[in-house]
Nanobody, 120 residues
Framework: QVQLVESGGGLVEVGGSLRLSCAAS????????MGWFRRAPGKEREFVAA????????VYADSVKGRFTISGDGAKNTLYLQMNSLKPDDTAVYYC?????????????WGQGTQVTVSS
């Protein structure tokens, strides 16, 4: 059974940093896209970033380029999202996802989400 478990969310001030983690289990994700998505209050879920271990491909939404960094630890089967220079617009529930088809759509597995709140 595939499980994705996010952690690391919390309350941070504008300009601050957080690192989200996603512990993956239940299968090998070597050829999968591993991604981060977010849903802000009253808005649709949106793509944030994705990583594919094969080839080391990374993709970012324009809104987070230069501020967020996605990375992975294959030995720990863990995905990370380092978020710097946080803005109030980054406030959302952040979800980890895994899928063959990626990078921005076509994800098959989802975590339960972790709340990130950026206070101004």
């Amino acid at each position: 059974q595939v499980q994705l478990v996010e952690s690391g969310g919390g309350l941070v001030e504008v300009g601050g940093s957080l690192r989200l983690s996603c512990a993956a289990s239940g299968r090998t994700f070597y050829n999968y896209y591993m991604g981060w998505f977010r849903r802000a209050p009253g808005k649709e879920r949106e793509f944030v970033a994705a990583l594919r271990r094969i080839g080391g491909t990374t993709v970012y939404a324009d809104s987070v380029k230069g501020r967020f960094t996605i990375s992975g630890d294959g030995a720990k089967n863990t995905l990370y999202l380092q978020m710097n220079s946080l803005k109030p617009d980054d406030t959302a529930v952040y979800y980890c996802a895994a899928g063959i088809n990626g990078p921005t759509t076509g994800y098959d597995y989802w975590g339960q989400g972790t709340q990130v709140t950026v206070s101004s």
